[in-house]
């Protein structure tokens, strides 16, 4: 779980993923430069849990990749889940995706629906290859359990991305692995956040749209695409951030 200035509102973070109903092994907390008593309050939370081992780690403000990195880099297990300090797990998201995981061992990846996304219709397990990946990203990362091992060889976050860098880690392990979208809400995501087009990433949607196609860049040069599949990629990905903004200016008009 990665941090920064969110003292405030990490606590109810923390507390959704120690009511899990299929306990955590540990739980890293990555501290990327806060200036708010973060830090001091992981160290001080640590001291006084006994289960989960709580790990509060610090480092100078480098952004969220670095920091889910360190946290990788640093876990003991063989899976890694990821959460972000304001949003919210379910109480039995983990015992949901284990079961799937522990029964697929050839499943390098499985996210699940979320508040925000979802496919309709009902609960099912939902292959996810490289292609309906490049359509769109079904994977949020609080909604994320992966292989540590598949992780790190696919090089983890890249740390010189700022936006999408989420989603270009998925589409590296999507080319080579096997992934899966569990359409059960687990998480609740923005955990206060004003309604989408008005704060956070999506508010600054050319960001959003340059971080794609950053994504997709990379994504290209490692399978090789030829220029057919990668324009169609790009033009894919132009067409979702047209959505984006005919979405945002309906919500701004009310």
Not at 24 to 48: H, K, N, Q
Request: aromatic share 6%.
């Amino acid at each position: 779980m990665p941090t920064f200035n969110r003292c405030q509102q990490l606590p109810h973070a923390i507390a959704s993923v120690l009511q899990q109903t299929k306990p955590v092994d540990e739980m890293i907390i990555v501290d990327d430069g806060s200036t708010d008593g973060t830090f001091e309050m992981l160290t001080e939370l640590a001291a006084r849990t006994v289960t989960p081992h709580i790990v509060p780690l610090r480092q100078e403000n480098l952004g969220p990749a670095a920091a889910r990195n360190a946290g990788i880099k640093n876990a003991a297990g063989e899976l890694v889940a990821f959460l972000d300090d304001d949003d919210i797990w379910h109480p039995d998201k983990l015992a949901r995706q284990l079961a799937i995981l522990d029964a697929s061992p050839g499943l390098a990846l499985l996210g699940c629906a979320t508040d925000t996304l979802k496919l309709p219709g009902g609960s099912r397990l939902v292959a996810i290859g490289e292609w309906k990946l490049l359509v769109r990203n079904w994977f949020l990362t609080p909604g994320v359990i992966a292989r540590r091992d598949v992780v790190l060889h696919c090089g983890g976050f890249p740390e010189d991305m700022r936006h999408c860098e989420d989603y270009a880690l998925w589409l590296r392990i999507a080319s080579g692995h096997q992934c899966a979208f569990l359409n059960e809400v687990l998480v609740s995501c923005g955990h206060g956040k004003p309604t989408f087009g008005h704060s956070g990433l999506s508010a600054d949607l050319a960001a959003l749209y340059a971080g794609e196609m950053d994504a997709l860049a990379r994504w290209s040069k490692q399978r090789n695409a030829g220029m057919a599949m990668s324009a169609l990629a790009e033009a894919i990905a132009g067409v979702r951030h047209l959505r984006r903004r005919i979405v945002a200016a309906r919500y701004q008009t009310g």
